[in-house]
């Protein structure tokens, strides 16, 4: 039985330390899914933003998808993933014949990814093996409790979309400037 969460030292650093566990969780219960269909957990990842999958959180400065198709980059962009990893998995699903990429008439160096037929039934299987293991780690929340648990975690990403890697939110980030110049000059 879980502890009360009100009986810790600390509530936030229970719940970061709370989320940590549940990606570690989420990490094994996603390779186990993804297995399934034979990839790995972010090949499934990236082949549903691919596919368009609309359940995906997006950085409100990530441009909006319109039509079909999608550029590494915004993969990139979108997922918080180095370009150079989002790349090895597009070539991955590439070689699998899960997706392939068409060359931008304006910029030959722009190459717009979709998912192959081969691509949209291995989406089919990620999306049965996604719910059947959803239904298993929500079913003990109530429809309500679940649509306040998606809202908070999006307020947490959100935010967090939003701190600088020094931990300081944009917001701020030109009075910690302002302040260190300061600092500095004196």
Excluded: Y
């Excluded at 499934?44 to 441009?63: E, H, K």
């Excluded at 949209?120 to 929340?141: C, G, H, M, P, T």
């Excluded at 307020?155 to 967090?160: D, F, G, K, S």
């Amino acid at each position: 039985m879980p502890r009360d969460p009100l009986l810790t030292a600390n509530i936030d650093d229970s719940i970061v330390l709370t989320l940590f566990d549940i990606a570690n969780e989420l990490g094994k219960l996603g390779e186990r899914a993804s297995s399934k269909t034979g990839l790995t957990t972010q090949q499934s990842l990236t082949l549903l933003q691919i596919a368009g999958d609309p359940n995906f959180a997006t950085p409100r400065d990530c441009p909006a998808r319109i039509g079909p198709g999608i550029m590494a980059s915004e993969i990139a962009r979108a997922r918080g993933f180095s370009r150079a990893n989002v790349s090895m998995l597009v070539a991955q699903l590439l070689r699998m014949g899960l997706v392939s990429q068409t060359e931008q008439p304006d910029d030959r160096r722009r190459k717009l990814l979709t998912v192959t037929d081969a691509g949209r039934a291995a989406v089919a299987d990620i999306k049965l093996a996604r719910r059947e293991a959803n239904q298993n780690l929500f079913a003990s929340l109530s429809q309500e409790e679940r649509k306040q648990l998606l809202r908070s975690l999006r307020a947490c990403l959100e935010r967090l979309w939003l701190v600088d890697r020094s931990g300081v939110p944009e917001d701020r980030m030109n009075t910690v400037v302002d302040h260190d110049r300061r600092k500095v000059a004196t």
